[in-house]
């Protein structure tokens, strides 16, 4: 019997729910597996919990002496929890999550056994880290990297079975001080953001000294049965299904959309957030999605380095605890063609330390201006780095999204919404006036009103958009479901940093050439609507027209990910990470060598899956199949039988050699057109190869052509699992 009705027979005859005895009350867990700066209070000397509660707050420095305190404390509380290991948590460019796991327990020069860990331990560590991706900035013979300590993110526990490890969330780098993950960038970005941000703060409110920029992430996923992917060999290795005709019943009915959750896959979700919960996820809503068995969840949102960390930890609980289960989770951004996707939406905004969201519409003419300044600068920050906010989202698996028609296409545009569109037209329509001090209509709009009734019909309507205001907030939608968070936030929050800090240097400008302060702001605020307009969209973003008009006003539509990244390193994009200290020249390059890198992997392995399943798989089936029906023809014949009787057999018989005939030419063409792409020497080159002589010029060629089989062979002949199985059933 095929994997296959191996796993729909368990499917159907065992019970394969799994009992979850969750808390009753989520407080009660929460932040439990947390090192907190509550636990810290605990566990630390005053001296020890001063100082990194200073370090938290402003970056101070832990010395060393006080390190070997904290590391004392820390590992004080993960024994009183049943703590044996840690490891240094980080999150490399690889996209997933990295650690390595290395035990308190050590023997002192007499050999007595003891466990420890120490300042040393907890600060800096040397991962054999040889094997991650650098795009070259290590070279051979210097393959060393650094994980150091970030005492902004808290250490947690993570339980694997019985087995429990303190994780020391890390920023990777390497020997020469460049960063090799995600998290050392974005903590720059934010700092840069910070800084520039609280200066144009200054001009409305002298008390804000800290700007955070906040995110709240919505994670798209898929759950299936786990024995029925483990009979995939395509989502095993690929993470998406190469082939795969689509079931009878797809999404059509909608009716999952507004379904009950299946207790299966509720039992999973009500674990997994246990975990989440326990490592201070602060888990809110979960429910089902368009495409069947499609789920999401969101958390509350948090600071943006804590939030990008809680999605990383997510994915992996997520993965983890399904295992349990006997689920699978998928992660890619288009497991199945022809379903919706899986995306992850990046709500951002910023928040001061004196307590107001810049983002939200204020209640006096002052809150009002400061809203419209920061509202006006992001608008402006996307309008002229639209193509590097494009490559911050490039990936293998989100090219099938954007465009797609269920995603944002891959044209960046801004949604402001009706009302705050109306405000920017009139500000627009007095170019040429001079805004005086008597001029209210301007400094009092009255946008905190006649905001919030609007923006239930109007403002979060708008599914269609890339990059969305939606009343208090943006939303990045167009982020892929598998990425990490970091590197769309990274881009952000720098573009938002250098507009943020040409806009105080124009507005600093005209005050000295005598103009009143809210004069001059508005003056700024006008000249950035004019000259970022062409970037507001209000329509369906998914139209034919929009390509048509974006096209028009020139508005970039980068549909692949090996051009898409070109944007990371043109000299714009080199000065604007420089000059904010985000990334170095080498550091772009070796990142934008590594994006490629993982692409063409991504489009390599793919293809020789494609190749395995239909020479392995797909052609066997149908030959199988096709020599049954002969056997028919052949049956009917000697009885007598003439022609006319059996035209269905021989039109069967047909078809199959005709499509086997094709698919066995068409995957040997690919090898062909795979070997000629790894003889190109330069990355870039060879990436543009990937996609569109091996990708675009074979895959959906060759999968057309198996689709139609699998609509065509006999049922009980074919090993992969179907749509409709993978999809209904749980
Ligand atoms: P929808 O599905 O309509 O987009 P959700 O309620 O699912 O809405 O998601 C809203 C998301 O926005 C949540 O993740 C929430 O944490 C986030 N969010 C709300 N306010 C802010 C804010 N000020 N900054 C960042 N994220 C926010
Ligand atoms: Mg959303």
């Not at 006036?433 to 209210?440: C, L, P, S, T």
């Not at 200290?581 to 934008?592: C, F, K, P, Q």
Request: charged share 25%; with cysteine.
């Amino acid at each position: 019997m095929s994997l296959r009705f191996q796993a729909i027979n368990d499917l159907t005859s065992e019970t394969k729910e799994v009992e979850v005895t969750g808390p009753s009350k989520i407080t009660a867990i929460f932040g439990s597996n947390v090192f907190t700066l509550k636990t810290a209070r605990e566990f630390l000397s005053d001296e020890a919990y001063k100082s990194l509660n200073a370090s938290i707050k402003g970056s101070k420095k832990i010395d060393r002496a006080v390190a070997n305190q904290i590391a004392n404390g820390i590992r004080a509380w993960a024994e009183s929890k049943g703590v044996t290991h840690y490891t240094h948590w980080f999150q490399p460019l690889t996209g997933t999550t990295a650690e390595k796991h290395d035990s308190f327990f050590t023997l002192k020069g007499d050999g007595t056994a003891i466990e420890e860990f120490d300042g040393a331990a907890l600060i800096q560590q040397e991962p054999d880290a040889s094997s991650f991706p650098n795009g070259g900035l290590r070279a051979t013979f210097e393959a060393r990297g650094y994980t150091a300590w970030d005492p902004n993110s808290p250490a947690f526990i993570i339980e694997i079975g019985q087995g429990k490890t303190l994780c020391i969330p890390t920023i990777f780098i390497s020997y020469t001080g460049e960063s090799l993950d995600y998290k050392a960038p974005l903590l720059k970005a934010l700092e840069a953001l910070n800084k520039s941000a609280v200066e144009v703060c200054n001009y409305f409110d002298k008390n804000v000294t800290k700007v955070t920029a906040t995110l709240g992430w919505e994670q798209e996923y898929f759950v299936i049965d786990e024995a029925l992917a483990n009979a995939r060999p395509d989502l095993v290795q690929c993470g998406r299904t190469v082939f795969g005709a689509s079931p009878a019943k797809g999404q059509q009915l909608e009716d999952h959309y507004f379904g009950a959750i299946p207790e299966r896959v509720y039992a999973f979700m009500r674990d997994y957030e246990a975990e989440c919960y326990k490592l201070g996820i602060p888990l809110r809503t979960r429910h089902n999605e368009v495409a069947p068995a499609q789920f999401e969840c969101a958390p509350i949102f948090e600071e943006v380095n804590i939030a990008v960390d809680h999605n990383s930890m997510l994915m992996d609980a997520m993965s983890r605890v399904a295992k349990r289960h006997k689920l699978k989770v998928l992660l890619h951004e288009k497991p199945f063609a022809g379903i919706n996707g899986s995306g992850k939406h990046n709500n951002w905004s910023l928040a001061t330390d004196t307590g107001v969201n810049l983002l939200a519409p204020g209640k006096t003419p002052k809150t009002n201006l400061m809203f419209l300044t920061f509202f006006v600068n992001i608008i402006k920050a996307v309008h002229d780095y639209s193509d590097l906010m494009r490559s911050a989202i490039a990936s293998a698996g989100n090219d099938h999204r954007l465009g797609a028609n269920e995603a944002p296409p891959a044209i960046i545009s801004v949604f402001v919404g009706q009302y705050l569109a109306k405000v920017l037209n009139d500000i627009e329509s007095r170019v040429g006036e001079k805004f005086d001090e008597q001029d209210e209509a301007i400094l009092k709009l009255d946008l905190h009103r006649s905001i919030p009734e609007l923006l239930l019909d109007n403002t979060d309507r708008n599914r269609t958009s890339p990059f969305a205001f939606t009343g208090n907030k943006f939303e990045f939608r167009a982020v892929g479901s598998a990425a990490n968070c970091a590197n769309a936030m990274t881009v952000l929050n720098t573009i938002m940093a250098d507009t943020l800090k040409a806009f105080k240097k124009e507005v600093d400008g005209l005050i000295e050439k005598g103009d009143k302060k809210e004069i001059a702001i508005m003056h700024v605020i006008q000249k950035y609507v004019v000259h970022s307009k062409k970037v507001l969209f209000e329509g369906d973003g998914y139209s034919e027209e929009w390509h048509h008009e974006a096209e028009r006003r020139g508005l970039p539509n980068v549909r692949t990910t090996p051009l898409a990244l070109d944007a990371m390193v043109t000299d714009k994009a080199k000065h604007l990470f420089e000059s904010n200290n985000v990334y170095t020249h080498s550091e772009l390059e070796a990142r934008h060598e590594i994006e490629l890198e993982k692409y063409i992997k991504k489009v390599q392995i793919e293809a020789r899956v494609m190749g395995d399943l239909a020479l392995n798989h797909i052609i066997p089936a149908a030959l199988k199949y096709q020599q049954e029906v002969a056997s028919n023809i052949a049956a009917l014949k000697a009885a007598g039988l003439a022609d006319s009787a059996y035209t269905a057999q021989l039109a069967i018989v047909k078809e199959i050699s005709e499509r086997v005939q094709i698919i066995y030419t068409k995957v040997h063409e690919l090898v062909e057109a795979r070997k000629i792409a790894n003889n190109i020497e330069n990355t870039r080159t060879k990436a543009i190869a990937y996609e569109s002589q091996v990708k675009a010029a074979f895959f959906d060629d060759i999968r057309y052509q198996v689709d139609k089989l699998e609509h065509l062979v006999s049922d009980d002949l074919w090993t992969l699992p179907k749509y409709r199985e993978m999809l209904l059933l749980r």
